[in-house]
């Protein structure tokens, strides 16, 4: 690495975020949050190119400074398209306690305080900054395997059904063949 964090030969948009989160972990780095001794980080993309801008999000997450806490993701940075998105504690805690099991730890007003000092960061680096809640659709997690989308039963009887068909029909084309 160069100085200032930057890889050799990276591409515009790959500067462009480096020099990102250069920026704001710069300005958020004094920032602390107990329990776990939080530190709000953006992560810097991963080798030499964001493919255009197209692989630019970058991750605002809390690293715990204490061994034993789980890193949080706190929001999301794109430079290539301009904007930014912040959790609210709820959002951050609805994930948590689904992925957890227990509700999240964290200094309520302390965590508020990160997120408007993080607006403000994203809002001079001139990136259109949104504020989300908790998703609607959030829920607790199925026990093993991937989540089964909606409809998929209705899919299956219908599925099973139209083998069934295929099967009958089949079966009465052989019996026509081998009948005549």
């Known amino acids: 690495m160069n100085p200032g964090g930057r890889a050799p030969l990276q591409t515009?948009?790959?500067?462009?975020?480096?020099?990102?989160?250069?920026?704001c972990n710069d300005a958020l780095?004094?920032?602390?949050?107990?329990?776990?001794?939080?530190?709000?980080?953006m992560?810097?993309?991963?080798?030499?190119?964001?493919?255009?801008?197209?692989?630019?999000?970058?991750?605002?997450?809390?690293?715990p400074g204490t061994p034993g806490f789980p890193t949080l993701v706190v929001g999301h940075a794109n430079h290539a398209d301009g904007h930014?998105?912040?959790?609210?504690?709820?959002?951050?805690?609805?994930?948590?306690?689904?992925?957890?099991?227990?509700?999240?730890?964290?200094?309520?007003?302390?965590?508020d305080e990160c997120m408007t000092l993080a607006r403000h960061v994203l809002d001079?680096?001139?990136l259109q900054t949104v504020v989300v809640g908790p998703p609607a659709d959030i829920g607790e997690p199925p026990?093993?395997?991937?989540?089964?989308?909606?409809?998929?039963?209705?899919t299956a009887i219908m599925l099973l059904a139209s083998l069934a068909a295929l099967a009958a029909a089949?079966?009465?084309?052989?019996?026509?063949?081998h009948l005549h």
């Open 143 to 154: 026990e093993s395997g991937p989540r089964p989308r909606q409809g998929s039963a209705a």
């Open 84 to 111: 930014a998105e912040l959790r609210t504690f709820d959002h951050v805690d609805a994930i948590h306690r689904t992925r957890f099991k227990r509700p999240l730890a964290l200094d309520r007003n302390r965590y």
């Open 124 to 126: 001079a680096l001139h």
């Open 43 to 63: 992560t810097v993309p991963e080798g030499p190119s964001t493919a255009g801008g197209v692989q630019a999000l970058q991750h605002l997450r809390l690293v």
């Open 170 to 177: 089949a079966a009465g084309i052989w019996r026509f063949v």
């Open 12 to 23: 515009f948009h790959a500067l462009q975020a480096t020099d990102l989160a250069a920026a």
């Open 29 to 41: 780095k004094r920032m602390r949050i107990e329990p776990g001794n939080y530190a709000l980080e």
